[in-house]
């Protein structure tokens, strides 16, 4: 029987983190409410920082300016510990791909159903919702504290498009393609193409050509052809009356795009 600051020791020599209200009762055999107390005088201290109720992360000195750890030290391990499929996405997997302009100011995590986001000292983390979130492509990647998942570059690429309101809008998501499209694969972006609606893949190829990547864009031709049967807007959120055209995509052109190039 010890106590809450030895614990936290013990973990840290163990090379962990992170830890649940449960995890210190069972290891310390005392009451919760003792627990919580102590818990609530080392978070005070800056020692421990809580992202989720019930769910605490060790904070080490070096990143006692967050108040917490950084968003990829502590997600893989909490979406574990709620037994939730994940994927690190939209402009949190760009800057992991090398395609990033500026560090997003939300680490941004795909899910199958809603989440609240999470703020936890200086960090930032919000959900995005993708139902049918296997189907997506993903890879591991390490982290200081062990691994976790992160959305392909071609995932990110339909990603982005489908979800480019979370992604700074179409500006900067093109200007995320210029560098992105150099990791992509041009097999696997048709590959992943059949997991998502064909409107993305209207407009990412559309964008793709807009930014000089036609070569990319070309792998998405032949399932254009194939699957579109309507025009879709280029802005969902934009009319599109009196929009021109671009019939190889099959896109009303509602919004001037202007890649920060």
């Known amino acids: 029987m010890g106590s809450l600051a030895q614990y936290i020791d013990d973990l840290q020599q163990q090379g962990r983190y ?16 003792v627990v919580r107390q102590a818990l609530h005088r080392l978070k005070s201290k800056g020692r421990v920082a809580s992202p989720q109720r019930g769910f605490h992360v060790v904070v080490p000195p070096e990143y006692k300016a967050l108040a917490c750890l950084p968003a990829e030290q502590f997600v893989p391990q909490l979406m574990e510990n709620v037994g939730e499929p994940y994927h690190v996405a939209l402009l949190s997997a760009a800057e992991l791909h090398g395609a990033a302009h500026h560090r997003p ?5 795909m899910v199958r159903s809603p989440r609240r986001p999470i703020t936890c000292g200086r960090v930032g983390v919000e959900f ?6 296997e189907e997506a492509a993903t890879a591991v990647v390490n982290t200081p504290r062990g691994h ?17 309101r979370y992604a700074g809008g179409l500006d900067n998501v093109a200007t995320i393609l210029t560098e992105l499209a150099e990791v992509v694969s041009v097999s696997g972006l048709a590959d992943q193409a059949r997991t998502v609606p064909v409107a993305w893949v209207q407009r990412l190829g559309f964008l793709l050509e807009l930014v000089g990547q036609g070569e990319v864009a070309g792998g998405l031709r032949g399932f254009v052809e194939d699957r579109a049967r309507r025009v879709v807007p280029l802005d969902p959120a934009l009319p599109r009356t009196g929009a021109p055209r671009s019939g190889r995509w099959g896109i009303a052109v509602n919004a001037e795009v202007e890649p920060d190039l």
């Open 18 to 33: 992170h830890f649940t209200t449960q995890d210190a009762v069972s290891a310390m055999g005392r009451e919760e409410a």
């Open 105 to 109: 100011q939300r680490f941004q995590v």
């Open 128 to 133: 995005h919702v993708r139902s049918n979130l």
């Open 148 to 164: 976790m998942r992160v959305a392909s570059p071609e995932t990110t690429a339909l990603e982005l498009v489908g979800y480019q």
